[in-house]
């Protein structure tokens, strides 16, 4: 196998933002580059350097709809509670990988069944009330949490989560997590953010702020976002976004990936 550079993996992440890009476009399915995609848009017109991952987000009748309709024999595969003998994957968002690319995950670099990939996170219906919402998040973080332990073909974590985890197992915690997306009414907020793959509060917007996308260049092609983008940003990282961290803070996730 050939262990991919940095600079090939963003090609490959690239193409598969491009086939995204124009499969949603065709398919009027609303996206938009999010976290450190849009931020490496913003501050660098590209990925940020040392970045090795992609992320959009969707509305979740978008998201459900993208899911099920993407082509299912095309280069690149999407995948979520996929349980096969060439992709495993478990959790409540979606990747888009490459199929021809593998990697080996953590400190036990264990195989991944997955490779070069775009996450998919939905947007959820969160509650107005400060201490309903942080109760909210806090339970998909815990049931997330414990649903990754299951989505490799390895358990991982630490030892209580991964006995949790192994003694509820994946269609209770699928349950859970489905249950929470769907216990708040969109009609009794004005909230949206990411509850399936949150790991903070932070994540909270306007659930109206994709009505109308805005685009931005990334890599010399141009992408949907938020309108306003300086809001989202400063949601997430705060109003100091735009200042690269120190450089010992520079560094993506660091996992080997292989061109199978």
């Known amino acids: 196998m050939e262990r991919l550079s940095l600079e090939q ?16 476009k065709e ?22 350097p040392w970045d ?12 459900e709809r993208f899911v099920a309709t993407y082509p299912k024999d095309g280069r690149y595969h999407c995948i979520r509670n996929t349980v096969s003998d060439k992709e495993f994957y478990i959790s409540g968002f979606a990747k888009v990988h490459d199929p021809h690319t593998d990697k080996f995950v953590g ?27 942080h109760a909210h998040i806090a339970s998909a973080i815990h049931y ?13 974590g630490s030892p209580l989560m991964m006995l949790e985890s192994r003694l509820l197992g994946r269609h209770y915690l699928l349950k859970k997590c489905e249950q929470l997306t769907r216990s708040i009414n969109p009609q009794d907020t004005n909230l949206v953010g990411v509850l399936m793959g949150a790991t903070g509060y932070q994540n909270v917007h306007p659930k109206d702020f994709l009505d109308e996308p805005g685009s931005i260049l ?25 200042i690269p961290p120190p450089e010992n803070q520079r560094q993506g996730h660091g996992d080997p990936v292989y061109r199978i």
Do not use: N, W
Request: with cysteine.
């Open 9 to 24: 993996i963003h090609g490959i992440l690239l193409d598969i933002m491009l086939d995204i890009d124009k499969f949603c």
């Open 27 to 48: 398919s009027g399915i609303v996206y938009s580059l999010a976290y450190g995609t849009l931020l490496g848009a913003v501050r660098y017109g590209d990925f940020i």
């Open 52 to 63: 090795d991952d992609a992320d959009l987000i969707m509305p979740r009748a978008d998201f």
């Open 107 to 133: 400190s036990r670099k264990y195989r991944s069944h997955y490779g070069v990939s775009v996450d998919i996170f939905p947007l959820d219906p969160l509650p107005e009330d400060p201490q309903s919402r």
């Open 144 to 156: 997330g949490r414990r649903l990754r332990c299951l989505g490799k073909r390895f358990l991982h």
């Open 218 to 242: 990334f890599a010399g092609h141009e992408f949907l976002c938020p309108k306003d983008t300086d809001a989202y940003l400063s949601q997430i990282y705060g109003k100091d976004y735009i």
